[in-house]
Each structure stands twice: as structure tokens, then as C-alpha cells.
């Protein structure tokens, strides 16, 4: 059932967050992982959203956060194994977002062969921007999406070079299981991804659409 709530605060909506990894080959190489043959893809919780105005917060168990700035996609219709022809049909909108990741955890989590959601769902390891309507950006291939931390870029990515396209990714994950409206799909990270420290101020933004600011800080066991 449709929430009373608007899709333009689809965060509150408790919908699942579905992150894609690896769709840029450059981060892939950064990174050192082959390219995927198929969407590699993971899941945060609703509770990972934090929205401007409230600070990134680094886990009391990880000593090497790190930025992804990602372009996000909202569902607006439901979408139960859709074509990639009807896909775009069951976008609602855009937001930027940043994939926060505790690197450290993420590598020992490879290492043991378990699940990345230590490294990756803690809360407050999705900050969005505002909802963009679909109107706005009509191809979500030719955005530019861009991160600095203190001023100095460390990311810029061009949306057009993504391994899978928006449809591709809805149309592929929509096989696997339902994607609801209030959704929202992190299409994966251009490369340039780096750490950041308590206190330094992260500015992103999608070409002269939107920007966001976020402060990090440091989260205290058990708070
Ligand atoms: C290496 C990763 O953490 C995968 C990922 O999240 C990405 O955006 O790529
Ligand atoms: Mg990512």
C-alpha cells in the first residue's frame, strides 16, 4: 500500500535502499575488482538515511570511513519483472547520494566471506539530497555528479559512463524481487573514492541541479 506521504520525502517512507557496487569500470579498477558481468547489488537499511542539517556519523568500530558519491533513483510505480522498455515508466525521480563506507570493516568482510552490512548499513551511511522530479532530469545518463571534502574535489563522474544503465538495473533487480514506490536504487560509484575525518565537510552535487553539505562526526558506542 502506497504510503500517505509524499514521494518527494520518500525517505521517511521506510522503503529499501538497494545499492548497486562496481558500475563504473574506473572504480572497479580502483578498487582492484574485476568488472561485473551482472550488477553486483546489496542493501542498507531505512534507518542509513541522514538528511542535511544532521552530521555523517563514524561507526565506533571503524577507523577508515570513505565518500561515494552516487546518482539515486526513486521509484514511483511499483515494478515486479519489468522490461528494460517499461523501466523508465517506474522511475519517480532523482536524488544524489553517498554511499558511506567503513573501508576497514569492508575489507575484512571480504576477507572472512561475509556480508558487507557492517560496512555499509550503519546508520546514518546514506545521506540524500532533496528528491528531483523525473521532469527535471530527462536522461539520467548525461549528469555530471561531483564530490569535495574541505573544498577539494575528489570526485567527478560523468553518469553516461555507468557499466548498467538505469534501465538495465531496474529491469534486472525488478526479477529479483519487487521494487516498491518510495524505492530507492544507488547506482554505484565513479571512481575517486577516499577517507574522511571527524569534523571535515562534505559538498556534492548533481551538474547545476543540486548540491548538499554534510559535517562528519564521530558516533559513541551505545549511542
Ligand atoms: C567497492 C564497493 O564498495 C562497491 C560500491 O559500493 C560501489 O559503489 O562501487
Ligand atoms: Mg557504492
Redesign the pocket.
Known amino acids: 500500500m502506497a504510503s500517505s506521504k509524499p514521494l518527494s520525502r520518500f525517505w521517511e517512507w521506510g522503503r529499501n535502499i538497494v545499492?548497486?557496487?562496481?558500475?563504473?569500470a574506473e572504480?572497479a579498477k580502483e578498487?582492484g575488482?574485476a568488472l561485473p558481468r551482472e550488477p553486483l547489488f546489496f542493501l542498507k537499511p531505512s534507518s542509513a538515511y541522514v538528511r542535511e542539517g544532521s552530521p555523517i556519523l563514524r561507526p565506533y568500530y571503524c577507523n577508515n570511513l570513505h565518500h561515494?558519491v552516487?546518482l539515486g533513483v526513486v521509484i514511483g510505480k511499483r515494478a515486479q519483472a519489468v522490461s528494460q522498455e517499461a523501466a523508465m515508466e517506474h522511475v519517480g525521480g532523482y536524488a544524489l547520494c553517498l554511499?558511506m563506507?567503513a573501508r576497514d570493516t569492508?575489507e575484512e568482510c571480504k576477507k572472512k566471506g561475509l556480508p558487507w552490512t557492517l560496512a555499509?548499513g550503519f546508520s546514518s551511511s546514506c545521506p540524500v539530497s532533496d528528491f528531483v522530479p523525473k521532469e527535471k532530469i530527462p536522461d539520467p545518463h548525461k549528469l555530471k555528479i561531483w564530490l569535495r571534502v574541505n573544498g577539494e574535489l575528489r570526485q567527478e563522474g560523468e553518469t553516461s559512463t555507468m557499466i548498467f544503465s538505469v534501465p538495465y538495473l531496474i529491469s534486472y533487480i525488478s526479477e529479483i524481487f519487487t521494487l516498491e514506490e518510495g524505492d530507492l536504487i544507488l547506482t554505484?560509484?565513479p571512481k575517486g573514492v577516499g577517507s574522511v575525518q571527524v569534523n571535515d565537510e562534505i559538498e556534492a552535487g548533481i551538474s547545476d541541479i543540486l548540491s548538499m553539505r554534510f559535517k562528519v562526526a564521530q558516533q559513541t558506542r551505545g549511542s
Open positions: 545499492c548497486v557496487g562496481r558500475n563504473y572504480h578498487m575488482n561515494e552516487e554511499d563506507t569492508q555499509k554505484g560509484s
